[in-house]
């Protein structure tokens, strides 16, 4: 495969192809702001994912991955330098990444990295922590601890922070990983709105002076938003969450498990544990939905169950034309049709 390389010497314009297994095409427009762009349209089909894998282990981390979706998938990157940053701009379907121990020992990268998801979907996990991601969120990862990490959409950024510029004014850094950043809290925003700004026009930003001026400032504002997050209702709510969703996979069975009951059980409000969800832009009936339908199929799929009546009403349903509408809806499939099969 031709690798294209464009670089500006003396004010004169030049160019070079290389072979390389990966395509890309190096622009640098100073010695202080380089710009790698990379894209799979360049290799067949079939080799894409590979190609993706590649090249993101090769300029981020080194992680296990695989695709989330049977269609052709269609990815680009694009890593510029701001100052002491790399700002790594992708746009991919939805894919899963995982972080293990093996990859861990397999080489140093002690990085800290800002995860700007601007038209992005997908979820993080790392140190007992598990995140949604939707449009719009900013959150943070640590290439010390393993992860498991899915992320999909268009324009999204991952900022990689040398370590130090971090724990030596945050030295719990730790606590801050694998949630979103609330964006009601001061700072965030404007946070956000940087890091847009320098994805959108690095062009504007490759003056070293300004450059690193500007990744200073970025730092700044990023160390003012960690440490005005409110870390014990965060932690809070991310565990109650997790305790939630463990009390109704138990009570599926239960017709009446709603939104008080479990607050009841659990002895908060229910608005408690509205807000708890909503930190994964989710709401509790929503998710109990989910889990019964998600329950009932398996009992069909298993054969646990003889006829979609049974399939209804063992798993909290009592409206069986309901079930069989919200079913198929879920699936694409009639439950009755789902049983035949099986």
Sequence with gaps: MFGLQIAFDGGQLTASYTLSSAFCIDVEVSDMNPSTQYSTLAVSA???????????????????????????????????????LDICSLSSPLHYWERSERHLRSGPAEDLWLGFSRNGHGQIEQGGRKASLAAGNLFLYDATQAFRFSFGGTENHLVRIPRALLTERLPRIADYTAMVLDDRRPGVVPLREMLRQAASSPMSLQDEHISNRYSGALIDLLVISLELQDLKTTHQELDLYGRIMQY???????????????????????????????????????????????????????????????????????????????????????????????
Excluded: M
Aim: glycine share 4%; aromatic share 10%; with cysteine.
């Design 46 to 84: 079939p080799r894409r994912f590979d190609y993706w894998k590649e090249v993101v282990c090769r300029h981020c981390l080194a992680a296990d991955s695989k695709p989330l979706s049977q269609s052709s998938f269609d990815g680009a990157l694009a890593i510029n330098t701001l100052g002491d």
């Design 248 to 342: 109704i996979q138990r009570h599926l069975t239960e017709p009446d498990l709603s939104i008080d009951v479990i607050a009841q059980a659990h002895n908060v409000s229910t608005r408690t544990v509205t807000r708890a969800f909503a930190r994964y832009q989710k709401t509790p009936v929503a998710e109990i939905w989910k889990e019964r339908l998600n329950a009932s199929r398996e009992a069909i799929e298993r054969g646990q169950v003889r006829s979609v009546s049974q399939a209804a009403l063992d798993f909290g349903f009592s409206d069986f034309s309901h079930f069989s509408h919200a079913f198929r809806k879920a699936f694409g499939v009639a439950p009755n049709t789902l049983l035949r099969r099986n």
